[in-house]
């Protein structure tokens, strides 16, 4: 964990120098799911209580904690996020055709929908049949 100093200014026009920390990424990702669990619980009951000093009109340091705070959460649930879903497409590396829909790409929905290259392909029966009969004709044309 690191700590940067902040300025935050309120409609007073005062300064107030906070020493905020901030999770760094790459820290998080070498954490094991449990502690990031645990850090997680941790970072949401001092966001409430933030919330209730804020409710209160405690110090502004406090308030401007806030916002660092929620940006620390949002970071701490993306790892665990992104860390779920690569363990997920590790487990789904060899199966494609039981892969969840979460784990497919996106694309829109027309692409979704469109038929794959062997499905524009396949011709019935009687089509088979009828270009065997009746070939594409050539022409030559003299310019």
């Known amino acids: 964990m690191?700590?940067?100093?902040?300025?935050?200014?309120?409609?007073?026009?005062?300064?107030?120098?906070?020493a905020m920390s901030y999770l760094r990424v790459r820290d998080l990702r070498d954490k094991?799911?449990?502690d990031l669990l645990k850090q997680l619980t941790d970072y949401k009951k001092e966001l409430s209580q933030l919330r209730t000093?804020?409710?209160?009109?405690?110090?502004?340091?406090?308030?401007?904690?806030?916002?660092?705070?929620?940006?620390?959460?949002a970071r701490i649930l993306t790892v665990l996020n992104q860390t779920e879903?690569?363990?997920l497409r590790k487990f789904y590396a060899d199966n494609k055709?039981?892969?969840?829909?979460?784990?497919?790409p996106k694309l829109t929905h027309r692409r979704r929908l469109a038929l794959k290259t062997s499905e524009i392909n396949r011709k019935t029966r009687r089509q088979t049949r009828?270009?065997?009969?009746?070939?594409?004709?050539?022409?030559?044309?003299?310019?």
């Open 32 to 34: 094991s799911k449990d």
């Open 130 to 143: 009828m270009s065997a009969k009746y070939p594409m004709r050539k022409f030559a044309v003299k310019m």
């Open 2 to 18: 690191c700590i940067r100093d902040r300025v935050s200014t309120q409609s007073t026009g005062s300064l107030y120098f906070i």
């Open 53 to 73: 000093a804020k409710k209160m009109g405690n110090a502004p340091t406090k308030i401007a904690r806030i916002g660092g705070m929620r940006k620390n959460i």
């Open 97 to 104: 055709q039981a892969l969840p829909k979460s784990l497919k």
């Open 85 to 87: 879903r690569d363990n």
